[in-house]
Each structure stands twice: as structure tokens, then as C-alpha cells.
């Protein structure tokens, strides 16, 4: 097994998290060497320190991760709230719509009905009004069929009406 050793970051670079220029990096001399001859990192030389020595950069580091993180979902859960809310909106100014369509719907059926009775009105009228005056036009000639004598057509007729 490698022993892990401490190294200086000569350049910033992304590893198990991301490393700034001037940082240490505490790695096994395997994992390193690569980092080595990229002129990433320097070795130092130094031993890490124990575990107890090395005061909890992770933990406050990981306080301001949970931090920020816990404010991206406060913000996050806002906006959709505030979608939700205007999805809830919109989708209820859509039956309000609907249920406008659906009573225009329903009027212009009554309104088609109230026209065909018209029409049907209209034509019984019209029909009336054609046997009245067939039935006029009857009764006029039999009026005139009244007035004038039965035998006028013929001459005989018309000399003894004269006489």
C-alpha cells in the first residue's frame, strides 16, 4: 500500500472536489504522480496530519453545501408553488370558458329550434293563405255564375232578357 502524502495544487483543478491553487491535497503517491508530471501538483514531503489533528474544514464546508442547497429548495419549491397556482388558474378560467361555450351551445340549439318552428309556422300560413284564395277564387265564381243568367250565352236568351 502507498503511503499518502501531502502535495501543494500548483494549478486549480477538479479531483474528488475541486482544488484552488495554493491548497493542499493530501494523496497516495500512486494516485498522484500522474498530477505530478502535469505540473499540477508538488509534492511537500510532509505527512499528513492524524485525523484529530486536522481540524473539520469538511464540516463547515458541508454546512454551507447543506445551506445553499436547502436555499436552491426553498426557491425552487416557490416557483412552483407560484406555477401550480397559475396552472390552477388557468385551468379553472378554462371551464369557466368551456361552460360559457357549452351554454352558448345549448342557446343557439333553442334558437335553431325556435326557427325551424317558425318556418314550419310560415309555411302552414303560406299554405293556409293558398287555400283561401283558391277558396275566394272559388267563391267568386260562383258569385258571378249567380249574377249572370243561366241561358245568357246563348241569342234567344239575351232577346227576352232585353224584352
Known sequence: ????????????HEGDRFYKEGAERE?????AAHLV?????KATGRKPKAA???PDTNVSERNKADTAVAAIKAVV?????AADSALKA?????VAKQSEIDDLDALIAAK??????LDAAIAAKTHDTAALAAG???LSEQDKDKTEPANATKPEAAAKAKA
Do not use: C, P
Not at 499518502?4 to 500548483?10: A, E, K, N, P, Q
Not at 494523496?27 to 494516485?31: G, I, K, R, Y
Open 90 to 94: 388557468i385551468d379553472d378560467e378554462k
Open 37 to 41: 508530471k502535469l505540473g499540477v501538483l
Open 136 to 138: 275566394e277564387a272559388a
Open 52 to 54: 484529530a489533528e486536522t
Open 27 to 31: 494523496l497516495t503517491e500512486a494516485d
Open 77 to 81: 419549491d416557490t416557483a412552483r408553488a
Open 1 to 12: 500500500m502507498s503511503k499518502t502524502i501531502v502535495y501543494d495544487v500548483l494549478r486549480g
Open 112 to 117: 335553431k329550434a325556435e326557427l325551424s318552428d
